[in-house]
């Protein structure tokens, strides 16, 4: 598990225990395994020869042995308008993914890719127009947040996985990912600090409920019926709302936590006042917060986002209806802010 494309086990993704493991069968003491792990995950080396309390022997072996996961900045857009940073990184195959960097009042939020494309469909998504080419390790989803925190000289508070790709479709990476990101040994960051997106793998919801962590969990809804779920998302062919709702439901009652859904407004498709009563009826009875996302437009697409006025009065009727709703505030607009966008750009001018 865990090998990058060379062949080389990743040694990012390795968990401290099996670190330990690992050093333990080339003859180090287990101190050494937490010295490693410490450069890697909490001080944030890029290199071995960084990792100066390392014998120089023990470095050379390790550089022989495995792989370290460090992705490589190929370009940034920074937002005029709210300071917003958007990268793209190279991996060691040669593949891109982007992460988002925004500044909010609470701290700052990383948003990272789970994939390098995605294949599940959705129609107004940009991240899926190539579909699939790999899932990430668990060291290339690190390696994103240490490197923009590198990069940017300022610590990340939050992260939510709702880059390039269905975090849920690869599930192992996706855990293990999660375990390395809270760790006490490592950048401990707080999984109610962390937020994972899925667009509704109905198997992979449950056995994440089974986990008990205390991340949030979003469902990416976006329609409120099936009909209308089916002709913006093909994943809806697979699971219907109602298998959806009764997933949400178990997830909560394991963990305790609340679910987000996510609901982009697409202009005369989704935010009538009937879509917006039909979602209430949704979220109500579970008590989901719900995220509204004004539709951003592909250029290979004909979305439109829906009026200002409609947004608000689609707001005011959930509302009304006693459901706790926020309006997602865009972040970087002028630049290629939506999913995917950037790193296809990039790759339609290669
Ligand atoms: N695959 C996961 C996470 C990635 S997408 C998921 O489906 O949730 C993160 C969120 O952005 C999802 O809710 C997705 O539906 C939404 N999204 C993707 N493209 C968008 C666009 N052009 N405009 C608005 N929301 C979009």
Redesign the pocket.
């Given at each position: 598990m865990w090998k990058t494309q060379s062949g080389k086990l990743d040694i990012k993704s390795l968990s401290l225990p099996q670190l330990q493991e690992e050093l333990t069968a080339l003859g180090e003491k287990p101190f050494r395994a937490r010295q490693l792990y410490q450069w890697m995950h909490q001080k944030l080396a890029r290199d071995y020869d960084s990792m100066t309390n390392l014998p120089g022997e023990l470095r050379r072996k390790l550089a022989e042995r495995y792989a370290c996961t460090c992705l490589r900045q190929v370009q940034m857009q920074e937002s005029r308008i709210d300071g917003t940073k958007k990268f793209l990184f190279a991996l060691e195959d040669g593949h891109v993914v982007e992460s988002v960097w925004m500044r909010y009042k609470h701290g700052n939020s990383v948003c990272i890719s789970?994939q390098v494309g995605?294949r599940?469909g959705?129609k107004?998504?940009?991240?899926t127009l190539g579909g699939l080419v790999r899932g990430l390790l668990p060291g290339e989803m690190l390696d994103q947040i240490y490197a923009i925190s590198l990069l940017t000289g300022e610590r990340v508070s939050n992260v939510v996985?709702?880059?390039?790709?269905?975090?849920l479709d690869n599930y192992d990476s996706l855990l293990q990912f999660l375990r390395l990101l809270t760790d006490e040994q490592g950048l401990h960051i707080s999984a109610r600090n962390i937020t994972v997106?899925?667009?509704g793998l109905v198997p992979e919801m449950r056995r994440l409920a089974k986990e008990k962590l205390q991340i949030t969990l979003?469902?990416?809804l976006?329609a409120a019926t099936d009909e209308k779920r089916r002709s913006l998302m093909p994943v809806a062919n697979r699971y219907s709302i109602a298998q959806l709702m009764e997933a949400c439901g178990y997830y909560f009652d394991q963990t305790g936590r609340r679910i987000t859904f996510?609901y982009?407004l697409v202009g005369g498709v989704n935010d009538t006042r009937e879509d917006a009563r039909l979602l209430a009826g949704l979220a109500g009875p579970l008590r989901c917060h719900v995220n509204l996302?004004?539709?951003?437009?592909?250029k290979e697409r004909e979305?439109v986002q829906s009026e200002a006025g409609r947004i608000q009065a689609f707001k005011n009727l959930l509302e009304k209806n006693g459901i706790n709703v926020t309006i997602r505030r865009e972040m970087g607009r002028d630049i290629d802010g939506?999913?995917?966008q950037l790193r296809r750009s990039y790759m339609q001018e290669e």
């Amino acid at each position: 598990m865990w090998k990058t494309q060379s062949g080389k086990l990743d040694i990012k993704s390795l968990s401290l225990p099996q670190l330990q493991e690992e050093l333990t069968a080339l003859g180090e003491k287990p101190f050494r395994a937490r010295q490693l792990y410490q450069w890697m995950h909490q001080k944030l080396a890029r290199d071995y020869d960084s990792m100066t309390n390392l014998p120089g022997e023990l470095r050379r072996k390790l550089a022989e042995r495995y792989a370290c996961t460090c992705l490589r900045q190929v370009q940034m857009q920074e937002s005029r308008i709210d300071g917003t940073k958007k990268f793209l990184f190279a991996l060691e195959d040669g593949h891109v993914v982007e992460s988002v960097w925004m500044r909010y009042k609470h701290g700052n939020s990383v948003c990272i890719s789970s994939q390098v494309g995605c294949r599940m469909g959705c129609k107004f998504c940009a991240s899926t127009l190539g579909g699939l080419v790999r899932g990430l390790l668990p060291g290339e989803m690190l390696d994103q947040i240490y490197a923009i925190s590198l990069l940017t000289g300022e610590r990340v508070s939050n992260v939510v996985v709702m880059g390039t790709g269905e975090p849920l479709d690869n599930y192992d990476s996706l855990l293990q990912f999660l375990r390395l990101l809270t760790d006490e040994q490592g950048l401990h960051i707080s999984a109610r600090n962390i937020t994972v997106s899925t667009c509704g793998l109905v198997p992979e919801m449950r056995r994440l409920a089974k986990e008990k962590l205390q991340i949030t969990l979003a469902l990416s809804l976006h329609a409120a019926t099936d009909e209308k779920r089916r002709s913006l998302m093909p994943v809806a062919n697979r699971y219907s709302i109602a298998q959806l709702m009764e997933a949400c439901g178990y997830y909560f009652d394991q963990t305790g936590r609340r679910i987000t859904f996510e609901y982009s407004l697409v202009g005369g498709v989704n935010d009538t006042r009937e879509d917006a009563r039909l979602l209430a009826g949704l979220a109500g009875p579970l008590r989901c917060h719900v995220n509204l996302i004004p539709v951003n437009p592909i250029k290979e697409r004909e979305y439109v986002q829906s009026e200002a006025g409609r947004i608000q009065a689609f707001k005011n009727l959930l509302e009304k209806n006693g459901i706790n709703v926020t309006i997602r505030r865009e972040m970087g607009r002028d630049i290629d802010g939506a999913c995917g966008q950037l790193r296809r750009s990039y790759m339609q001018e290669e």
